[in-house]
Structures are given as structure tokens and as C-alpha cells.
């Protein structure tokens, strides 16, 4: 068994000028998505953008992105040790990398 | 040259829209004042509210008869003689309205019979909490909070925004600089009030239980903007925190209601109940104290008979699929998609930072020693004392917070605005600067200080063990320098992590510092070198900033319960 997953991160700031950007991340069972985002940003690139607050308990519901085409939590889903494809939401306005604009209109600050 | 920030203005500017941030916001608007309600996360997402999956500590009188005064002789007594009396009166006298105010507004407290139900929990005299289930009393607080603040008018909310510094004019806080996270533009806030209501400092420490927004930054804008912080050495570090085996969507405190309900056995390696060795025998009930609790654990470990990743088995293997079921509910159902059968296997459990009694020195209006800054919440020092009894988290947040927002809507009425762009030219600088160009893991750079305070600022402190997480404190803040990292686009996580560090650090240096002055062992701060409690010690630490350094004191400790 494979002891390395590869997460394949879409980066950028323009839906239109985006990348795919390939990590190799040590596999350990259980990990969640939003686990293997965290190790990259502290092992390899902390420009890496990603929105959560709660960590791991699915309760402030900010993790969501999309892995293999599939809107998920990224606290949530289960790293696994294969390819896997995270992008950002794409029915959101993005912000930037794995960030798009998911808090209601209201809630929105407006200068 | 670069644009002018981005300028807003309002009566009263709450930071932080958790429980006590939102209380304050509606409290503030039913008063007739306009509120600007910012939070660096989502509204009403982020923060430790949400988190709260257990119980709210009031003397309802529903079930059991009590009154507050019982109420507050427990959190005195819990807060092992440095409690503020004067807060802690306020918390117990007031948390009942704010619970029976939450009931009307539909938050869904468990009944039985007709009465909010009221459960038993360790420190109380009798059964007090107050909770929804299952394991949701904390989301139902903050979505009915939520509700009521979007049917109230006059409350201007802003996500994505994360307050940089406080603005002051002639010694009076004036209003804000903010970042605005989604564009990475600078917002400067005039505002006639400003209530801090940012939550604790458990973001600090490697493993926790509050979200990643509870960097103590609160404590920081507070310490930078001229206000006392008090009792900043006390971390509450819940005992129980899950550790093994690994599990996702659910909170590391999930235990505890359960702990409340059906009791369950605390063990070692070899399946023995072992708090009776520290002077608490469990019998299957629910009795022991978080701090006694946290003791027992880590010195079970130290002594090599912790379980297998360095904790205790917390096992409810004596109870019965049925009973189970229905104290459970739908979490049997979660915790089956994680592979854990309670009936056949224990799960493991390890102290874990939890919950901060120090903050920002108050008095019962929760206006700071500032003129202008109030304080709600987590965030407020000295209603715990040294240790604080669960429930009187998520009370403080709602009384503390409808508190703030009526005290700072009471100083906004009539004021005129002192803000003056020139005032914030600094904290816009930071927010604006060209990046430094050295090439920081911020990331890492959270990790050090987390493993750090973890280590050498836990629940068991030496002198050796402080000084050196002074020393990695110091390592890092001159790696951090004084320019920015990152740039000022948006979402900079580099930019946004190097904010977070500035304050993160300074929070860090003055918990590790009180704590090397407090030569002695008291609730949740216990020095292995100084394992007595100390008579001369029932004084309170303040924490002030003199010249960019921080400055420490005594003072005794306010004992008397005042008139409200």
C-alpha cells in the first residue's frame, strides 16, 4: 500500500490563468483533506490559500472546496493514498487558491 | 502612492462574532445604537461558541432549587481564591436571564417534563447545566444568535475582516484598522465604543479544542492599545480531549456530555481507575475536576502507564448498546463511520488547551482601564479565577457580552467621533507594506510556538521549562522582524500568518512570563518546582505594555461581591 497521497491543488487568483500544482503527502489512515492542505502549507508553501476555522469538528462549515469534481468539507473527507484533485467551489466568486467568496451577501463586508 | 483605506463609522464596533460578540451586537442595537459587527472568519462561524458542545451552568430553578448565590460560591470556590468576585456575580446573577431570553428565542434547551433539563456536572453543588442535544448546545446558541442579529436593525455585519490594531486619540480608543481578508485592502473604522470580544489564546498550543481564529489576538489589542490584562498565566486545559483513534467531523471535547450522562471509566494501561491516587475515586460518576483530571492523566503517562499514544483510556464498555443509543443519539452513528463500537473498545483521551481564565481586566460595565474599549466573553480576565467550572463559559458569553454591548451603546450615545486617519497610520502601514522578501514558513513558524507552549507551558511548568519557551519566543519574534511577510493581495495567508504571529507571540511571552513569576502552584497553573499553593500568591498578575515591553505587577484580588 502506498504510504503517499497526491493531492493536486488548483492555485491562482484568475478562474481563467488557474494551475495545478502537484504535493506529495505522507499518508497516515484516518487524515482528513483539509490534514494534507495543512502539512503542505507547513512543510512546503504557507502561500497556499485554504478558509477554516473549526479544524476538524465540521462546525464553522468554512472547509468547503471541491476534490475529484464533488463539493465536500474539506475537515471531512478522508485523505486517501491516491490522486486526488482539490479545487476551488466552482459556483463561488474566487478569492484566491482554494478561497472563494462562500459567506451570504449580508455578512459581507462593504465599505 | 497609495489609495485611501477603505473608511467606515459607527456608534459601536464589536470584534468577534461568537456568543459574546454577538449578544453584545443585538444588545448594542436594542439600545438605540448603530453596530458594526466584524469578524476576521464567517459571522458567527469561527470562534469557540460554535465549538461548545456541552453545557451552559445557570440557577434556573427549572428542576433543582437554587438561586445564583449558590451558583457563584461553587466558581469562587472552583477558582481557588484569585476569583473576581464582582465579574463572577455578574455571570451568575445575570446568566439565567440570558438563557431564559435564549429559550424565548427558540434555541431548543432539552426538556424534560416541561423544565429545562439541568444536568450534574463536576464543581457544582447541584445539577445546573443547561443544554441542546445532542452535542449541539454551541451551534444552536450561535445559530439562534445569528437569527436574532439578522432581524435586528441597526447591525452592519462584515466577514472576512481581521482587526489589525486599535486606534486611540488623547488615550481614548477611537476605532480600528482592519485587513480585509477577500481583497487585502485596509479598512480604517471610526467608532465611538469598541467591545474586544475575540475569544482566548488555545491556538497557541499543538493540540485544542477552539477554532484556529483563537490566537489570543484580542489580548494583544487590547495590551497594545494601552489596557490591563490580568491572570494571564491560567490556560484551562480540559482533561479529556480526544487523542486516538483518529477521528474527522467530530470535536476533540465530544466526550464530556457523556461523561455527564453515563459516567464512563477513566484508565490507565492496565485498565485500572486511577484517579483515586490524586484524592478523587470516580465509582462510575462523573466527580473530578478538570484540573485534578489533568494532573491525574499526565502524571499516569509520566509514571509509564499511559495508553499507547500517550494518554488515558476513557471506556464505556460497561454500559449497554441501548443506553448507549439513547444517550448518544445520531453521534453512535458518526462515530461508526470512524470504525469506534463503544461497546467493544475504549477511545483514548489527553489533556488539551482548552479554554483561557486570564484576559482583559474589566469592571462589571466590561469597560477596560481605556476609555472607549470594552470587553466581552472569553476574552475577559478574572470571572474564573484560577480554574473555571464548566458551564460558565458560554454564560459568560451571553452575560458578558449583553453587558458590553449595553455599556458601550451607553458611552456612544452623545459622543462624537475622535478617530483621525492620522492616528492609524501605523497599523496601515502594516496592513499595505511591501513584503519583507524573506522567505518565512509562517506556517511553520505556528507550529514551533505551538510545540513550544505545548511542551514547556502546559499544565506542568518548571523555571527550565518556561525559560526555554521564552527562548523559542524570542527566536521567533526576531525571525518574524517588523515588516510583513507575504503581500497585500488577497488572501495572503503569509500576510495574514504574520498579523496572527505578531500577536500570537506577544500572548505567548506574557502567559510563559506570568507564569515563571508565580512561584507556586494554583487551579490550572501548577509548577513542578513549586508544588505548593502559596498564601502570599492569592494575588491577581497584571500585565501591561510600557515602551514595547511588558511590564508585570501584583494586586490583590477583588473578593467583595459589589451591588450591580
Redesign the interface.
Known sequence: MSHTATLKVWRGVDTAAGRLETYAVPFEPGQSVLDGLRWIRANHDPSLAIRFSCINANACKECMMELDGATVYACTARLEPREMVVRPLSNKTLVRDLVTEIAPPAERFKG | MRADP???ETDVLVIGSGGAGMYAAIEAARAGAGVFL?DR???G???AT??AQMTVAVALVAETPDHWSHHLADTIRAGRGLTDARLAHLLCEEGPDCIREMDTWGVGWARRDGHISQAMAPGHDRPRCAYVDFLNT??AVSKTLRTVV?RTGGIR?????MIVDLVRRDGEVSGAVAL?L?TGAP?TIAAKATIVATGGLTRLYRRNSA???MGGDGYALALRAGAPLVDMEFVQFFPIGHLA????????IMWDPFRYKLGGRLLNAGREEFTARYGTPEDGRYVVTRDLATYAIIKEVEAGRGSPHGGAYLSFEHCSAEALRQAFGPVIDRLAA?KIDLTKMPVEVAPIAHYHMGGVATNVRMETEVPGLFVAGEAVGGANGANRLSGNAITEALAFGRRAGRSAAERACGARQAFRAADARAAIDLVTADGSGAE?????M??TLQAAMADDVGPFRTQAKLERAVGVIDRLTAALGERPA?DS??????RI?WLDLRNMLLVARVVATTALRRTESRGAHQREDFSEMVPEWQVNQTVRMRDRRIALASVPVMVEVAAQ
Open positions: 477603505t473608511h467606515v466584524a472568519s464567517l459571522i462561524r469561527g470562534g460554535v465549538m454551541g451551534p439578522n455585519k462584515a466577514g472576512d475582516l480585509h477577500a479598512v477554532s484556529a481564529n483513534p483518529r477521528l474527522i467531523g467530530m470535536d476533540p470512524n518565512l514558513n509562517t506556517a511553520a505556528i507550529q507575504g493581495g488577497a488572501f495572503d495567508m503569509r500568518e
